[in-house]
């Protein structure tokens, strides 16, 4: 199943039938809300998730399948209400940055200090994020987090990809310099890099 196609076909039928619209979002409400939740915490998240979809599906009739898909479309909606909560964003990367590494609960001895490496440099990532660019932090969370591709992502904010890609380089340069300078850079950080999908 081609989801692009199956969102597209949905929210066309939703303009006569509006019930139609309960299809997208059920197959998109889950990864914008643990984005949603990644970045302002759970309980602002499902309101956040929430406005997202009633922003959608109000905006549902300026959909544009050539402009990309609705996951982006949904994404970049998304996007743009975290602008509005930024505040609420800078206390829980704040909180991360105090919170205290929790306990690995796997057995192989390798995956444990993997875990506890990152659980240990988590606060001063958090405290990194913190200090970056808006821009260049959304970009970087969009593509660690909720796992968009760098197209997505363009898709979600409304810039060419090329920015992407120079908001993302500048947002990990930034952080190793912050990490390298803590002593906290570890392998598999968001700073370290990853596939540009």
């Given at each position: 199943m081609d989801l692009d196609r199956e969102d597209t076909k949905d929210i066309a039928r939703s303009l006569e039938h509006p019930e139609c619209f309960a299809a997208v979002f059920d197959r998109?409400?889950?990864?914008?809300?643990?984005?949603?939740?990644r970045r302002v915490g759970p309980g602002?998240?499902?309101e956040l998730a929430q406005d997202t979809f009633l922003q959608a599906?109000?905006?549902?009739?300026?959909f544009d399948a050539?402009?990309?898909?609705?996951r982006s479309w949904?994404?970049?909606?998304?996007a743009n209400i975290l602008r509005h909560h930024t505040r609420?964003?800078?206390r829980q990367l704040e909180a991360y940055a105090r919170s205290e590494p929790s306990s690995p609960t796997w057995l192989d001895e390798d995956l444990v200090a993997d875990r506890v490496d990152a659980k240990t440099a988590w606060p001063a990532?958090?405290?990194a994020l913190i200090d970056l660019d808006p821009d260049q932090r959304e970009a970087l969370l969009l593509l660690a987090w909720a796992d968009l591709s760098y197209q997505e992502i363009a898709e979600a904010l409304g810039v060419p990809v090329g920015t992407v890609r120079s908001r993302i380089f500048r947002a990990r340069e930034h952080l190793r310099e912050l990490l390298a300078a803590s002593g906290q850079l570890i392998e598999g950080t968001?700073?370290?890099?990853?596939?540009d999908g």
């Open positions: 998109h409400f889950k990864p914008v809300y643990a984005y949603l939740a602002i998240a499902q599906f109000s905006s549902r009739g300026a050539t402009r990309g898909s609705a949904l994404f970049g909606i998304a609420s964003e800078r990532i958090a405290t968001i700073a370290q890099g990853g596939s």
